[in-house]
């Protein structure tokens, strides 16, 4: 596996939905409810969730009444998403890397899925097929990791148990990158995945936005969508035009 693939292959195990599966789904729907609302969406919005992973945004902004697609390279993610759709909310496999067929009133790209690039042109493309496919006056919400809060906080060694399996996690900021090294032994075999994540501090992401043309028309640092701070907010969410 090379470094820039990571990505791919991790986000596809199972042992990355055991990993994460007490992901906190209560804090997904607070501030899809709250950013819908501060947006004040109509429900004829079609938002584009990317990338979805199992749907989790999807499924509860398709139950406040948008129709809504999502779409995630993973397949086995799509696979379970799916399981979910009807009318009005639909799922398919698809790299962000690559533009997209239609064009939506908002795209969303939640929960740090972004930044996981050697190369900045590769971020940019990203950004650029986002904003290619919003209509005029649609809305762009980028919901990615506070760099500067997860410097200050950074948790170097930790141990989790979860369904039987021991998870050694180590992190260290390193060349640029966040590094989270996961380690642990399940079905006979060792594991070892490190999930990179660029450290794209909120300067570094206003330049990205700036060069793509867009416009940034709020900033906030947490899913209750109070003001940004780069020392203390959790998370870093930028709305744009
Ligand atoms: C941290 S997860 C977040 C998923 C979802 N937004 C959520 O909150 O549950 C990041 C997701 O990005 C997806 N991903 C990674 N690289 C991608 C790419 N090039 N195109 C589309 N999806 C990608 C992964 O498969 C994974 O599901």
Known sequence: MTQKDWFTDWFNTPYYFILYKN???EDAQLFMKNITEFLALPKSTHILDLPCGKGRHSVFLNSLG????GGDLAANSIKIAKEFENDSL???VHDMRKPFNNKYDAVFNLF?????????NEDLLILQN???GIKNNGYFVFDFLNADY???????????V???ITFHITREIKDGFILKNISFFADNEQHSYTE?????????????????????TNIFGDYHLNDFDSQTSNRLILVAK
């Open 23 to 25: 992901r906190n789904d």
């Open 66 to 69: 948008y129709k809504v697609t």
């Open 90 to 92: 639909n799922f398919k």
């Open 112 to 120: 740090t899925s972004f930044g996981y690039f050697e190369d900045d």
């Open 130 to 132: 986002i904003k290619n």
């Open 150 to 160: 997860v410097k200050a906080t950074l948790v170097p060694k930790e141990t989790k």
């Open 162 to 164: 979860v369904d039987d």
């Open 196 to 216: 990179r994540v660029k450290y794209l501090d909120v300067n570094k992401m206003k330049t990205y936005f700036e060069k793509v043309g867009f416009t940034i």
